[in-house]
């Protein structure tokens, strides 16, 4: 195969038990393309298959492998000697990784969870360990990483896989903005959800009633509000601390909701303003108006006891 260019490659390996599913499965919500447990031998084909249409960025997209003694053909000498003769025939950035663990907290881990070792089916978990140790230590010996996973919790090793293996632009979580109308129900998926019900209310207003929160003179009226400024420029300031965080922790999707009775003026008219915010501030964030489309009603609404006709 003659290559364009180079293909990011992570060849994951290491002991049963130690955390190959765990790495592998932070990899996929990462953005990286995995495949487990290939035989080496159809991996020139693997890199060989063409795209489908419309998928030609995804030629720079980072490849794992995993692969362990499971593996059919597993012999790790013969790996080590194939993978060298990719990078060199065919220039690929070829890493390898391998999560090692002790033996002692493998045999706990294999009696909490009541499997049997893979190369111990009827017979001690300590017997398929120290088979597979002698096994992959040329792995081992050989891999440019290697993760020690005895004290790890699951959390801990997708957070050092994070660290390790992030790209740049691949795995940004996927932001939606949503308004919503609270009548209507609450969304089940928000992460982070803002009443916008403290705010003037359109509903009120003849001219404004029929109109939704993306029209000039609603977003005008909204903003009179005396606590609008203040409170709405708080929440985008808010957004563009914690939004990183989330995605530092490794959250896929994030969902960002405004409720206003209704959904379709006060909510409307924030979420579209903060998405512009975020969006100016290097977000990409995907709108979303749930209930814009409803019929206004005005036994949804409600006044403000006390208050003038045109505040809710």
Do not use: M, N
């Given at each position: 195969m003659t290559a364009s260019h180079p293909k990011s490659i992570l060849l994951l390996s290491g002991l049963s038990g130690a955390g190959k599913t765990t790495a592998l499965k932070t990899l996929e919500d990462m953005g990286w393309e995995v495949v487990d447990n290939l035989p080496l031998m159809l991996l020139d084909r693997l890199l060989d298959t063409p795209l489908p249409v419309g998928h030609g960025a995804d030629a720079d997209r980072p490849l794992a492998l995993g692969i362990d003694a499971r593996t059919r053909g597993f012999d790790a000498g013969a790996i080590v000697r194939r993978i060298k003769g990719l990078r060199e025939r065919h220039g690929h950035d070829i890493e390898t990784l391998f999560l090692d663990c002790s033996d002692a907290e493998l045999e706990r881990r294999f009696a909490e969870t009541r499997r049997r070792h893979?190369?111990?089916?009827?017979?001690?978990?300590?017997?398929?360990?120290?088979?597979?140790?002698?096994?992959?230590?040329?792995?081992?010996?050989?891999?440019?990483?290697?993760?020690?996973?005895?004290?790890f919790s699951s959390n801990a090793l997708q957070q050092e896989m994070r660290d390790r293996f992030s790209r740049p632009g691949l795995s940004e979580p996927v932001l939606t903005i949503l308004s919503f109308g609270f009548s209507r129900g609450v969304p089940r998926n928000a992460d982070l959800m803002f009443d916008m019900r403290y705010l003037r209310n359109p509903h009120w207003d003849d001219a404004l009633?029929?109109?939704?929160?993306?029209?000039?003179?609603?977003?005008?009226?909204?903003?009179?509000?005396?606590?609008?400024?203040?409170?709405?420029?708080?929440?985008?300031?808010?957004?563009?601390?914690?939004?990183?965080?989330?995605?530092?922790?490794?959250?896929?999707?994030?969902?960002?909701?405004?409720?206003?009775?209704?959904?379709?003026?006060?909510?409307?008219?924030?979420?579209?303003?903060?998405a512009r915010h975020l969006q100016a501030a290097g977000f990409s964030p995907t709108v979303l108006h749930r209930n814009i489309e409803s019929a206004p009603q005005d036994s949804l609404e409600k006044r403000r006891p006390g208050g003038p006709k045109a505040e809710s």
């Open positions: 893979p190369l111990a089916a009827d017979r001690p978990a300590a017997d398929g360990i120290a088979r597979e140790r002698e096994l992959t230590e040329p792995l081992r010996r050989w891999a440019s990483q290697v993760i020690d996973t005895t004290s009633r029929p109109k939704t929160g993306l029209e000039a003179d609603v977003a005008a009226y909204i903003a009179q509000d005396p606590a609008y400024a203040d409170s709405v420029g708080r929440i985008e300031d808010l957004l563009v601390t914690l939004l990183p965080r989330y995605a530092e922790g490794g959250k896929t999707y994030i969902t960002v909701a405004f409720g206003c009775t209704g959904g379709r003026h006060r909510s409307v008219h924030v979420a579209d303003r903060v």
